[in-house]
């Protein structure tokens, strides 16, 4: 990490010959997620589109943000769809590697305390084996709709709002808005209440500044994308209160499962478990670009 990669991606909105300022950045954002639900409509009206389901349908709907998110940069802005966070791919594959990975034992770690403490346990399929391997060409699938659909969340909050409000109002400013965005956009979930409020400030606080760390949104796509699918299609738990299709495993709540580590309808995401952990990595990483930034400043 460089002072030319992160202040690049930061200050990506410089770069721009007609740059979009704060507010009207904020609406750009509204819309962009918007588009995602007119889509969805649309999707729906085609012959045959349910026999993907309803989570690789919605993943599908996301496309709607690359696309015209494009549009924005490349015909208002005048800047390249690079600079949202997509340069430098020679650190590509580092990044999404070591966000996928993070992601998985992240969450495989929050399934293990659910599990071990009698909160949730594996589901046996009718064969008596725990793994559904016909469900592993959906699995597979979903991973790329899920890769679709977390790239657009992190295309809206943490690429083009931090980059709208960053400029003119700084870092505090800057996360003050993809967080509340990136929370609203959450906000009618089934099973909603504080612990995953706090689990959706707290992820975004995380993805912010790794963003910021690493000057780009390689790693936390990556982080994002696995996180979801590791959820629903690997273990078959609902992702911020979407419920799983065709997944590898099932793991499910018992009969007497406390919803402080299970999570409840919303899924281990509002556990106190995964709060926890996010709010170690949070802090873990916001001291990271701190000292970063003082090592820059020096």
Known sequence: MTETRRDSFAGAMREAQRPTGPLVGSIVAVVLFASVMATSILLALIPGITALGLTNISSLAFLSVWILLWVWLRFKERRAFASIGFRFPSRAPLQIARGAAIALGAMSLAVAVAVLTGNMEFLQTPDGSYAAWTALGWVIFALVGFSIQSGAEELISRGYLIQSWMPRFGILAAMIAQTVFFTLAHSLNTGMNI??????????????????????????????????????????????????????????????????????????????TTVVMLAIMAAATIAYWARGRNNRTA
């Open 195 to 272: 612990l995953s409020v706090l689990s959706l400030v707290l992820v975004s606080l995380l993805l912010g500044f790794w963003a910021l760390s690493e000057g780009g949104l390689w790693g936390v796509i990556a982080f994002h994308a696995v996180w979801n699918w590791a959820q629903n299609s690997l273990f078959g738990i609902p992702v911020s209160g979407i419920p799983a299709e065709n997944s590898l495993l099932a793991v499910v709540e018992t009969t007497d499962a406390n919803p402080l580590v299970s999570g409840g309808l919303f899924g281990l995401e509002a556990s106190l």
